[in-house]
Nanobody, 115 residues
């Protein structure tokens, strides 16, 4: 069993920055890929950024060049640095951890970008 606790969401003006953190805890952690997804009202939950245990990364086209995902394997923590935020980035952001064949989700943290 893996528990994920997110932090760092909030309200920011367009052009601003936020940093999300997600700490994983549980016994015998063998987390492979960690990542961030987001869900805006009335929309599906979409992938934002992923990072493997070897630090390979993948990003949604809409955030490339603005968001950076990183990971501290010793702390089982994943980060999402979000720069040049836009109103369309407004959503609930969810942390995800894949422990094959299972995956786990955090409770979500709200990010609101005002224009």
């Amino acid at each position: 069993q893996v528990q994920l606790v997110e932090s760092g969401g909030g309200l920011v003006q367009a052009g601003g920055s936020l940093r999300l953190s997600c700490a994983a805890s549980g016994s015998g952690l063998m987390i492979n890929t960690m990542g961030w997804y987001r869900q805006a009202p009335g929309k599906y939950r979409d992938m934002v950024a992923l990072i493997t245990i070897g630090s390979s990364t993948a990003y949604a086209d809409s955030v490339k060049g603005r968001f950076t995902i990183s990971r501290d394997n010793a702390k089982n923590t994943v980060y999402l640095q979000m720069n040049t935020l836009k109103p369309e980035d407004t959503a609930v952001y969810y942390c995800n951890a894949k422990v094959p064949p299972l995956e786990y989700w955090g409770q979500g943290t709200q990010v609101t970008v005002s224009s």
